[in-house]
């Protein structure tokens, strides 16, 4: 129903910044929110920061005032600016889109296949 495409992971040295990006396409009757989970080695997954309609930011209290969330509504897409890297930020990151089917269908979920950033020197 819902396909995600991930991209912008990669190894970065501490202090730099990468970018993600998550577009969605399918069929679909509304996406109520999108947003990125990380998963760090050893650990369980986690929010990382989250849009909601209409228009509401969530983040972890780890990653405020370094990562923007943003999003482009016409292209289904959102990104994660991640500036300030640590190596503590070392996670495979997820995307994730909860959306509906129908006008009064459930709620479902659907993730990426995910994209590692690596924050070493």
């Known amino acids: 129903q819902v396909n995600l495409v991930e991209s912008g992971g990669g190894l970065v040295q501490p202090g730099g910044s990468l970018r993600l990006s998550c577009a969605a396409s399918?069929?679909?009757?509304?996406?109520?929110?999108m947003g990125w989970f990380r998963q760090p080695p050893g650990k369980q997954r986690e929010l990382v920061a989250r849009?909601?309609?209409?228009?509401?930011?969530d983040y972890a209290d780890s990653v405020k005032g370094r990562f923007t969330i943003s999003g482009d509504n016409a292209k289904n897409t959102i990104y994660l600016q991640m500036d300030s890297l640590q190596p503590e930020d070392t996670a495979v990151y997820y995307c994730?889109?909860?959306?509906?089917?129908?006008?009064?269908?459930?709620?479902?979920?659907?993730w990426g296949q995910g994209t590692l950033v690596t924050v070493s020197s």
């Open positions: 994730n889109v909860r959306f509906r089917i129908s006008p009064y269908g459930t709620l479902l979920n659907e």
């Open positions: 399918g069929s679909f009757f509304e996406i109520t929110a």
């Open positions: 849009l909601t309609t209409p228009g509401n930011t």
